[in-house]
């Protein structure tokens, strides 16, 4: 059962934008991949909260997010190149977008990041 309601507006813009003529999971899939990379306007501060290997707890880190990870990666989700905030650009990182809660980003790039969001609590796959 979907964990959020029915956005009719959100709807129309993922069947019309996003995965428009998609006839299958590849097709969707490269439909997000494009919409992200063309619509995340970045780089980004943002925070991203990914449960521990070990345990049930939320780390929460600072990043600034560099853009979307290779076309390749972006199969079976939607993944982005992030670097800690203050870290060294050579400690490129690659996190789900679903981990990802912009802290600066404009209306357009949390616009996105909410679709994708919404795409997930909806239940919906590629």
């Known amino acids: 059962m979907p964990s959020v309601e029915k956005d009719q507006s959100r709807e129309d813009r993922i069947e019309t934008e996003i995965i428009a003529d ?12 494009y919409y992200l990379d063309d619509t995340l306007n970045v780089p980004f501060n943002a925070k991203w909260k990914k449960k521990t290997r070990k345990s049930a707890t939320v780390e929460e880190k600072t990043v600034e997010v560099l853009g979307m990870a290779p ?3 972006c199969e079976r989700d939607m993944l982005l190149e992030v670097v800690y905030v203050g870290g060294k650009d050579e400690d490129v990182f690659t996190a789900k977008l679903s981990e990802i809660e912009a802290i600066d980003a404009d209306s357009e790039t949390t616009e996105a990041i909410a679709d994708w969001h919404y795409w997930l609590a909806r239940g919906y796959k590629f």
Do not use: L
Request: net charge negative; aromatic share 14%.
């Open 22 to 33: 998609a006839e299958d999971k590849e097709e969707r899939a490269m439909g997000w991949y």
């Open 71 to 73: 076309e390749d990666e």
